[in-house]
């Protein structure tokens, strides 16, 4: 079984694992989700389906203060095989319905950065329209709460929702807002949300977390990762309930169209990451990987050094 830790592991292990993470390893590991997983396998897409989401009721809004005038951010020069690049994905978006041709006064610049797992991640420069955008005050999911709720469980599960933002609608008089630029001198704007604006994450948190509510004794939410945690109850087993209890979680993904990774999902194991730590049913404990500096740090050998 593998475990997840977004950014607890050093980087050449991260991808060997992502890597290594498939329909096939969870079959040979024995792992007593597997036929349940297959049976939800639409919700672990190697792509994500390229359509619009439904109107959902809930739309993501943009409302600027008072005076704010265009955002309008300078498309810098890229190497050549990265306009292209930028061009094959904004092409991608554009026949899933995600994107079209603008005509807007705003426009946020394109670009790359490296991800984790290898490969180039498209990012947009959101500066000016976040900085001119009204912080939303919806409450941001608590840490201690997350980890204090999963207590006295013995099995957990940790799933990564991949793409939300895409299945999240923008409010039609603020699509203007999202244009970006191209290197190759185009102008598109977002139909769905964009990753980059100031408000997404909270607004996906809100509906995570209300697709959610009815199994969050057992299924705490924090943003775009989901922790699974159960015990025995009864005549039934630890395994028994905790895949129960992943069956509900899938089957609600499933009703609201949200995918997972699966080769960033962790499946009934008896201790998983969260949140920069690691649960179990021992309790919590710091990830070695974010404290090692401070454990080598070499003892002061004198008063000074002790203080410098």
Known sequence: MS?????????????????????????????????????????????????????????????????????????????????????????????????????????????????????????????????????????????DMVLDSMSGSVIYSAIDLTDGFYQILMRESDIPLTAVSTPSGMLWEWLVMPQGLKNAP????????????????????????????SRAEGDLSAVEVHVRHLRQVFQVMRENKLYANLKKCVFCAPEIPVLGCYVSKNGVRADLEKISSICSWPAPLSFVSGWV
């Open 202 to 229: 909270a607004t996906f948190n809100r509906i995570v977390s209300h697709v959610l509510r009815p199994l969050r004794d057992f299924a705490p939410s924090y943003f775009d990762d989901i922790f699974v945690h």
């Open 3 to 143: 475990s997840r830790p977004k950014s607890a592991e050093p980087k050449p292990a991260r991808e060997e694992r992502f890597a290594a993470q498939s329909w096939e390893s969870l079959k040979a590991s024995g792992n007593p989700i597997f036929e349940t997983a297959r049976e939800f396998a639409d919700v672990f897409p190697y792509k994500i389906p390229a359509e619009l989401p439904a109107d959902r009721g809930v739309r993501h809004e943009i409302d600027l203060a008072p005076g704010s005038k265009y955002c309008v951010t300078r498309q810098w020069p890229l190497p050549r095989d990265r306009v292209k690049a930028i061009d094959d994905v904004i092409e991608g978006r554009r026949q899933a319905g995600y994107v079209r041709e603008s005509i807007s006064p705003h426009s946020s610049s394109t670009f790359y950065v490296k991800k984790a797992t290898g490969g180039w991640r498209i990012v947009y420069a959101f500066n000016k329209l976040s900085d001119a955008t009204i912080p939303a005050q919806t409450p941001a999911p608590r840490k």
